[in-house]
């Protein structure tokens, strides 16, 4: 049975960090992490993660996608490996605020 958590905001608030998102809490472990991706100044992205919210977070491997700029938006899923807690990193400054949308799953 496929089970997902409900869909959550992640924003690059660039008055707080031009390139590092919020902290997100799934609300408990997922093995997938769904996402969708606005459009962004070109970069690199990639997933931290941490065992509390407000732990030390690490890029998660294997989870670095590369995002020219542009107008469109895509899709993407990540294997999250049953962490809870995330972060999105960008590898260059954003010139706006980016709000992601992030869910958890099981298959």
Not at 13 to 40: H, K, W
Not at 75 to 81: H, S, T, W
Not at 85 to 106: E, T
Request: contains cysteine; hydrophobic residues 40%; glycine residues 10%.
């Amino acid at each position: 049975m496929t089970v997902h958590s409900g869909w959550f905001d992640c924003e690059i608030d660039i008055s707080d960090s031009t390139t590092i998102s919020d902290a997100v809490d799934l609300g408990q472990p997922y093995d997938y992490l769904d996402i969708l991706i606005p459009p962004l100044t070109s970069c690199n992205l990639a997933i931290h993660v941490a065992d509390s919210i407000s732990g030390t977070y690490y890029q998660l491997g294997g989870t670095t996608v590369v995002k020219t700029a542009g107008t469109g938006a895509f899709a993407d899923v990540f294997i999250l490996l049953g962490y809870r807690y995330l972060k999105i990193v960008a590898s260059a400054a954003q010139a706006a605020d980016r709000v992601f949308k992030v869910r958890g799953g099981r298959y």
